[in-house]
C-alpha cells in the first residue's frame, strides 16, 4: 500500500457502516479518534453529523467523495480533518488530514520575519555608520524599541486570540447548560421540537424508522418519602448513565422532561428493538432499587406522515400509563 500524503495522515479502511476495520499511520500519533472496531459516527460532533451521513451516501452512490470537513469529538475536545474516500467491493477507504490551526502559526512567522528584518536593518546600519557611534547608539535604541513594540503586539494578538477562545468555549458552555438537566446531563424541553423534526426529516431522506419512547419511574415518590432526596438523585443518574450506554451516539437523543419522566428519539429503530432496549435499562435499574422500576410506552412514526411532536408524545405516554398500571 502506498504511504498518505503527508506525516500527519491517517488512512482508514470501513465497513459500508462507517465502523473502522483497519488504520494506517505514517508516523505513531499520540491521540486519534479513531478507534478499530468503532464506527466514525460515535466520534463525530453533532455539527458535523449531517455532514458525515452526506459523505457516506456520495460514497455509496457515487463511489468516491472528496473534501469533506468533519469535526470530531474525542478528550474533551474538537479536532477538525479534511477527508477524502472511495468505496470498493464493500469497503471504504478514506484519507484523513487533520485540520490545524493557523492563527499560532502566523503569529510565530510574523515574529521571526519581524526579527530577521530588525537583524538585517540593524547590521546594515552598523556597516554604514561605523565613524557615527552615537547615532548607531540611537538608531539601535530605536530598533530595540520598535522591536519591542512589534514583539507585544505580536504577543497580544495571542492574548486576544486566547481570550476569544476562552470566550467561545465560554459560550459554548453556557450554550450547553441552557439545553441539558444540570443533575443528570440529559437534554431538556428546549431540544426537543428541534430534534424531533430533525431527526424525522433525516429518516425520511434516510427512509429508516423512527421511535418515540416514554419512560417514567414506577413508585419514585416512595423511594424519596422512605429514602431521602439524596437515594431519588441517585437514581435519576443512574438512569440517565444506563440510558446513554443502551443508546447510540448520533442516532438517538434522550431528554428528561419531568422529575422522573424521560422521552427517547430513537432514529433506524422498530418497536421491537425499542422494547428490547426498555428491558436491558430495566433488567440493570431494578437492581439498583427493591422500590423502583420502570413503566414504558412507545409509537414508530411514519417519516413521510403528518404526525405532530404533540400528537407521539400523547399516543406514547398513553401507553406508558397502561403499562405502568400493572405495576401499581
Do not use: W
Not at 86 to 114: A, G, H, S
Not at 230 to 246: K, P, V
Not at 283 to 294: D, P, V
Amino acid at each position: 500500500m502506498s504511504q498518505p500524503f503527508h506525516q500527519s495522515d491517517i488512512f482508514l479502511i470501513c465497513n459500508e457502516s462507517g465502523t473502522v476495520l483497519e488504520i494506517y499511520e505514517t508516523k505513531f500519533i499520540k491521540s486519534t479518534p479513531f478507534k478499530l472496531r468503532h464506527n466514525l459516527a460515535e466520534s463525530i460532533s453533532e455539527d458535523s453529523l449531517e455532514h458525515f451521513f452526506d459523505f457516506l451516501r456520495q460514497l455509496h452512490s457515487n463511489g468516491f467523495s472528496n473534501d469533506h470537513t468533519l469535526t470530531f469529538t474525542f478528550n474533551n475536545t474538537n479536532k477538525s480533518y479534511f477527508m477524502s474516500g472511495i468505496e470498493r467491493k464493500n469497503r471504504i477507504f478514506i484519507l484523513t488530514t487533520p485540520i490545524d490551526d493557523p492563527k499560532f502559526q502566523l503569529d510565530e512567522e510574523l515574529m521571526r520575519i519581524n526579527n530577521e528584518q530588525t537583524n538585517h536593518y540593524r547590521m546594515t546600519l552598523k556597516e554604514s555608520m561605523v565613524k557615527h557611534r552615537e547615532y548607531e547608539r540611537l538608531e539601535n535604541e530605536r530598533l530595540d524599541e520598535i522591536s519591542k513594540l512589534n514583539n507585544e503586539l505580536v504577543n497580544s494578538r495571542r492574548e486576544l486570540s486566547k481570550k476569544n477562545q476562552q470566550l467561545n468555549a465560554l459560550n459554548e458552555k453556557l450554550e450547553r447548560q441552557a439545553i441539558h438537566d444540570p443533575m443528570t446531563g440529559l437534554l431538556n424541553r428546549r431540544q426537543l421540537v428541534e430534534l424531533f423534526t430533525e431527526s424525522k426529516e433525516r429518516a425520511k431522506r434516510m427512509n429508516m424508522k423512527l421511535i418515540i419512547a416514554s419512560i417514567d419511574i414506577n413508585h419514585f415518590k416512595q423511594v424519596n418519602d422512605q429514602l431521602g432526596h439524596a437515594e431519588g438523585d441517585r437514581l435519576l443518574i443512574y438512569f440517565a448513565d444506563l440510558a446513554r450506554q443502551m443508546t447510540r451516539q448520533g442516532f438517538d437523543y434522550i431528554f428528561r422532561v419531568g422529575g422522573d419522566e424521560f422521552l427517547f428519539i430513537l432514529l433506524d429503530c422498530s418497536l421491537e428493538n425499542a422494547n428490547a432496549i426498555y428491558d436491558r435499562i430495566n433488567a440493570s435499574f431494578i437492581l439498583e432499587s427493591s422500590i423502583a422500576s420502570l413503566a414504558f410506552g412507545a409509537i414508530e412514526i411514519d417519516p413521510t406522515g403528518a404526525t405532530t411532536l404533540d400528537e407521539c408524545l400523547h399516543i406514547a405516554d398513553e401507553r406508558m400509563y397502561a403499562h405502568k398500571k400493572k405495576f401499581r
